[in-house]
């Protein structure tokens, strides 16, 4: 009897706090401003943690297998386990809140970063994979955790919201790689394998990542703007004598779909050029110390113009900056199709142009996906289109080896530049469509 009542009281406690968010406008910015510093906290060590796989993932399979054909599969692997991730991640987040969905998922990416360690010292390939897939989730929470920061954002503040979000992985996601020498001689001085070395850095990250929410991203965002949003519902139907429930409103769909588009198809070229890139300039006697350089220049193009795109989004437009996108991909696949093998310059100006066209393609696409729905279906809605990202990159990772091994790195690298061709294609199409006037291409619209 007593705990049903201290239940009670703590229901009771919890509604009247979120009650106060929804009556005040001043409390709304304060928590607004107070979740973008948390997950900013948590995306440095979410990016620290993400970095580990795409830097020796492929060279890790490549010491395990002893072939170049299946170099890809790692970073297929845990790409495809961001996608169950994903859709788990967005339903937990959209019934219980984001502080238990991006919990789970930063936590459950940290036991599968430990479960490479171990499968590396034990040289068990199966146990490797199965590792990978779990250490996907903290990926797909890394890219999750953007869309907290949108749940109090206004209409004209959502892409920057984005991109403080994005920016924040910088510091650790560009630090990752650049430890990867550090941390692989002292996992050979505990005698671990120096290529695991980086997981055990990715799975204190993810950990640290998901104590950070679980203690601080209280109140809820997602929940208290569900009630902002019941609390607007209300009172326009008592304005206007109707009973429509916040459920009832309609979402965009022709917006879903082009901001997926976008999405998706930035991911399948950057994961594909980016995977096999380290392998490539393996093959052409570059040493760790280069390849840990130029992908952390990669990830910080990636990550760092971020705050810069936000406001460029929100100010230009989603569907323009969605072709800059396009555009940049198409220069990046060019560049390093056409890099002389031993021109670390060329080859790290493409790798920067790939991470700054699908920072591009993220940031514009995600800013249409949210103008898109509303509180009532959001992260369910973004949960789901994580999920075909994901799985677009694992099959941009398979196939990125597969093409490799048959033909040649310039080859793949061409291949991309030609699949960013469809992307603009795709956008100017949407655009110039019928319902292409029914898709915000600028905040609020």
Same mark, same amino acid.
């Given at each position: 009897?007593?705990?049903?009542?201290?239940? %009670? $009281?703590?229901?009771?406690?919890?509604?009247?706090?979120?009650?106060?968010?929804?009556?005040?406008?001043?409390?709304?910015?304060?928590?607004?401003?107070?979740?973008? /510093? =948390?997950?900013?906290?948590?995306?440095?060590?979410?990016?620290?943690?993400? @970095?580990?796989?795409?830097?020796?993932?492929?060279?890790? #399979?490549? $010491?395990?297998?002893?072939?170049?054909?299946?170099?890809?599969? +790692?970073?297929?692997?845990?790409?495809?386990?961001? @996608?169950?991730?994903?859709?788990?991640?967005?339903?937990?987040?959209?019934?219980?809140?984001?502080?238990?969905?991006?919990?789970?998922?930063?936590?459950?990416?940290?036991?599968?970063?430990?479960?490479?360690?171990?499968? #590396?010292?034990?040289?068990?390939?199966?146990?490797?994979?199965?590792?990978?897939?779990?250490?996907?989730?903290?990926?797909?929470?890394?890219?999750? @955790?953007?869309?907290?920061?949108?749940?109090?954002?206004?209409?004209?503040?959502?892409?920057?919201?984005?991109? /403080?979000?994005?920016?924040?992985?910088?510091?650790?996601?560009?630090?990752?790689?650049?430890?990867?020498?550090?941390?692989?001689?002292?996992?050979?001085?505990?005698?671990?394998?120096?290529?695991?070395?980086?997981?055990?850095?990715?799975?204190? #990250?993810?950990?640290?990542?998901?104590?950070?929410?679980?203690?601080?991203?209280?109140?809820?965002?997602?929940?208290?703007?569900?009630? /902002?949003?019941?609390? #607007?519902? $209300?009172?326009?139907?008592?304005?206007?004598?109707?009973?429509?429930? =916040?459920?009832?409103?309609?979402?965009?769909?022709?917006? =879903?779909?082009?901001?997926?588009?976008?999405?998706?198809?930035?991911?399948?070229?950057?994961? %594909? /050029?980016?995977?096999?890139?380290?392998?490539?300039?393996?093959?052409?006697?570059?040493?760790?110390?280069?390849?840990?350089?130029?992908?952390?220049?990669?990830?910080?193009?990636?990550?760092?113009?971020?705050?810069?795109?936000?406001?460029?989004?929100?100010?230009?437009?989603?569907?323009?900056?969605? =072709?800059?996108?396009?555009?940049?991909?198409?220069?990046?696949?060019?560049?390093?199709?056409?890099?002389?093998?031993?021109?670390?310059?060329?080859?790290?100006?493409?790798?920067?142009?790939?991470?700054?066209?699908?920072?591009?393609?993220?940031?514009?696409?995600?800013?249409?996906?949210?103008?898109?729905?509303?509180?009532?279906?959001?992260?369910?809605?973004?949960?789901?289109?994580?999920?075909?990202?994901?799985?677009?990159?694992?099959?941009?990772?398979?196939?990125?080896?597969?093409?490799?091994?048959?033909?040649?790195? +310039?080859?793949?690298?061409?291949?991309?530049?030609?699949?960013?061709?469809?992307?603009?294609?795709?956008?100017?199409?949407?655009?110039?469509?019928?319902?292409?006037?029914?898709?915000?291409?600028?905040?609020?619209?």
């Amino acid at each position: 009897m007593t705990n049903s009542t201290n239940d %009670a $009281e703590v229901l009771t406690s919890n509604e009247t706090d979120i009650q106060s968010y929804v009556n005040s406008p001043q409390r709304q910015r304060k928590l607004y401003r107070k979740t973008l /510093i =948390i997950i900013v906290i948590a995306q440095i060590f979410g990016g620290a943690g993400l @970095a580990a796989g795409i830097t020796v993932g492929a060279l890790l #399979a490549k $010491e395990m297998l002893g072939t170049d054909s299946f170099s890809g599969v +790692p970073i297929a692997l845990f790409t495809l386990g961001s @996608a169950g991730a994903a859709l788990l991640v967005g339903k937990l987040s959209q019934r219980y809140g984001r502080r238990p969905g991006l919990t789970f998922g930063f936590f459950a990416g940290g036991i599968g970063a430990i479960g490479v360690v171990i499968s #590396a010292i034990t040289n068990n390939i199966i146990f490797l994979f199965i590792s990978l897939l779990i250490y996907g989730a903290g990926t797909a929470t890394n890219l999750q @955790a953007r869309y907290a920061g949108t749940d109090l954002a206004h209409s004209t503040q959502r892409a920057t919201a984005i991109s /403080i979000a994005m920016v924040s992985t910088t510091f650790g996601a560009v630090a990752g790689p650049n430890l990867v020498g550090i941390m692989g001689e002292f996992a050979s001085t505990i005698g671990i394998p120096s290529l695991a070395g980086p997981f055990i850095l990715a799975a204190a #990250a993810y950990f640290l990542a998901g104590f950070v929410l679980l203690i601080l991203l209280r109140p809820d965002p997602i929940v208290v703007a569900k009630a /902002i949003a019941v609390a #607007a519902t $209300e009172k326009e139907n008592t304005r206007n004598h109707s009973d429509v429930s =916040i459920e009832e409103e309609s979402i965009n769909k022709n917006g =879903i779909l082009v901001g997926a588009s976008v999405m998706i198809l930035t991911q399948v070229v950057m994961v %594909a /050029i980016m995977t096999m890139t380290p392998v490539h300039m393996g093959h052409h006697g570059h040493g760790l110390d280069e390849v840990g350089m130029i992908i952390g220049i990669h990830i910080g193009a990636m990550y760092l113009p971020s705050l810069f795109t936000g406001i460029l989004v929100d100010k230009i437009g989603r569907i323009p900056m969605s =072709i800059v996108a396009g555009i940049t991909l198409l220069t990046a696949g060019i560049l390093a199709a056409t890099a002389p093998t031993d021109s670390m310059l060329i080859l790290t100006i493409s790798l920067a142009l790939l991470g700054l066209g699908w920072n591009f393609g993220l940031i514009s696409g995600t800013a249409l996906l949210v103008d898109a729905t509303n509180s009532t279906n959001r992260a369910k809605i973004q949960g789901a289109v994580d999920v075909f990202i994901a799985l677009a990159g694992a099959a941009g990772g398979i196939l990125s080896g597969v093409i490799v091994a048959y033909t040649s790195y +310039p080859a793949l690298s061409l291949a991309g530049g030609a699949l960013s061709l469809v992307l603009i294609f795709i956008i100017i199409y949407y655009r110039k469509s019928n319902d292409s006037k029914k898709v915000p291409t600028k905040a609020g619209v």
